[in-house]
């Protein structure tokens, strides 16, 4: 595929993420990619012969890829500080990406989860390796940081963080993102004999 192949499509993953993300699956149908998209309607089944559940699946595996990679960029710049560090700049890039946006650009796999996972097995299965792969991610940095309880703990935490999306976005207001950050402070302090309680207490 040429370079202007790779910019199409490209395009077409970029307008799909965008409408995913503000409106979830239903929002972003294939006339509104193309618009949104600026590509020709016959490119869109060249680079997605699957259609549209093909072109969602993509975008779902891209976003979070970019979360990933936000996230080891992050952890690389904390090198040194443990995972918390990581997490408290995370929390607070999101909650600034929400708010620039208007209060649409939440999670990009949240909305596609909500409404397909029951209904498109191709998407239950994308939306949930992305989430388990952050989940392994954070467990081997809380592994690493010698946490007592890296897997659930991770998973609680990838909770709050989606959790306070969803709530920022309803409220349009950053105050449940600052409260998920205050309360993953507090379950990732050092020494915790019980994870699960610490979490309750700090909620």
């Not at 790779?6 to 972003?28: M, V």
């Not at 397909?116 to 949930?128: E, R, V």
């Not at 703990?153 to 600052?178: F, M, Y």
Request: charged share 25%; aromatic share 4%.
């Amino acid at each position: 595929m040429g370079q202007k192949g790779e910019e199409t499509r490209s395009r077409l993953l970029d307008a799909t993420q965008q409408l995913i993300e503000s409106g979830g699956y239903f929002n972003a149908g294939l006339n509104q990619v193309v618009a949104a998209s600026g590509a020709p309607k016959g490119s869109l089944y060249f680079h997605f012969p699957g259609g549209k559940d093909q072109l969602v699946e993509e975008s779902v595996r891209r976003g979070g890829r970019e979360i990933a990679r936000l996230m080891a960029d992050l952890g690389a710049d904390a090198a040194g500080h443990r995972t918390v560090d990581m997490l408290t700049t995370l929390v607070q890039v999101l909650a600034g990406r929400l708010e620039e946006s208007d209060w649409r650009k939440g999670c990009p796999i949240a909305t596609v989860a909500l409404e397909m996972a029951a209904a498109s097995p191709s998407l239950q299965k994308a939306c949930s390796e992305v989430y388990r792969s952050w989940e392994t991610t954070l467990a081997e940095r809380l592994t690493a940081d010698g946490h007592p309880s890296p897997d659930g703990t991770a998973t609680a935490v990838l909770c709050l963080i989606e959790g306070a999306l969803v709530l920022a976005r309803a409220h349009r207001s950053r105050e449940p993102l600052d409260r998920a950050a205050h309360s993953i402070a507090s379950l990732l302090r050092p020494g915790p004999s019980d994870p699960g309680a610490v979490a309750a207490r700090a909620l």
